[in-house]
T-cell receptor, first 113, second 111 residues
Framework: NAGVTQTPKFQVLKTGQSMTLQCAQDMNHNSMYWYRQDPGMGLRLIYY???????DKGEVPNGYNVSRLNKREFSLRLESAAPSQTSVYFC????????????FGPGTRLLVL | SQKIEQNSEALNIQEGKTATLTCNYT??????LQWYRQDPGRGPVFLLL?????KEKRKERLKVTFDTTLKQSLFHITASQPADSATYLC??????????FGAGTRLFVKA
């Protein structure tokens, strides 16, 4: 089992460019999440998908869109990147039950110039 | 608004000693609380979960307490080892999908 995988590992964008971060899990989990992590701050939830076919906003959704492509895959899109979106992005998955544990991917480091 | 506080300063301890990390939360009543470990350049990894009706939980050298009156959780690592050096995140949760994570405390264990 690969667990949660993310692509790419690193990316540099210019302001205004768009890109999609990919995430896939092979644990048959129902819920999936996108977080960003900035220095000195905790993980902040961008969007989540409680189950296949549903998506909801988290704490910091502005500037992002998501797609739950199927049960395995959950992508995060930046339509017009801004320097404030420079961060490390983590995808996670969970069983979707109460008191679930979340399993995180290795992260994508994004620099927006 | 909901707030989580963890020691922002790094904790430096000697190998073999017990490390104690603190997590305080305000403006909400979590049904459970989780602790995760994060190594540099990697994603967080789940360690322990403690429910609101549990005072203490243990797993090998790890012990977590949960005081809902003080709104605090303590995370202990006994007989600490250099391999325990990492950042530890707490995540009190009310039971929904929107987990809030603390910023974490960096632990350094010196040989």
């Amino acid at each position: 089992n690969a667990g949660v995988t993310q692509t790419p590992k690193f990316q540099v964008l210019k302001t205004g460019q768009s890109m999609t971060l990919q995430c896939a899990q092979d644990m048959n989990h129902n819920s999936m999440y996108w977080y960003r992590q900035d220095p000195g701050m905790g993980l902040r939830l961008i969007y989540y998908s409680a189950s296949e076919g549903t998506t909801d906003k988290g704490e910091v959704p502005n500037g992002y869109n998501v797609s739950r492509l199927n049960k395995r895959e959950f992508s995060l899109r930046l339509e017009s990147a801004a320097p404030s979106q420079t961060s490390v992005y983590f995808c996670a998955s969970g069983t979707g039950t109460t008191q679930e544990t979340q399993y995180f991917g290795p992260g994508t480091r994004l620099l927006v110039l | 608004s909901q707030k989580i506080e963890q020691n922002s300063e790094a904790l430096n301890i000697q190998e073999g000693k017990t490390a104690t990390l603190t997590c305080n939360y305000t403006n909400y009543s979590p049904a459970y609380l989780q602790w995760y470990r994060q190594d540099p350049g990697r994603g967080p990894v789940f360690l322990l979960l403690i429910r609101e009706n549990e005072k203490e939980k243990r797993k090998e050298r790890l012990k977590v307490t949960f005081d809902t009156t003080l709104k605090q959780s303590l995370f202990h690592i006994t007989a600490s080892q250099p391999a325990d050096s990492a950042t530890y995140l707490c995540a009190p949760n009310t039971g929904g999908f929107k987990t809030i994570f603390g910023a974490g405390t960096r632990l350094f264990v010196k040989a």
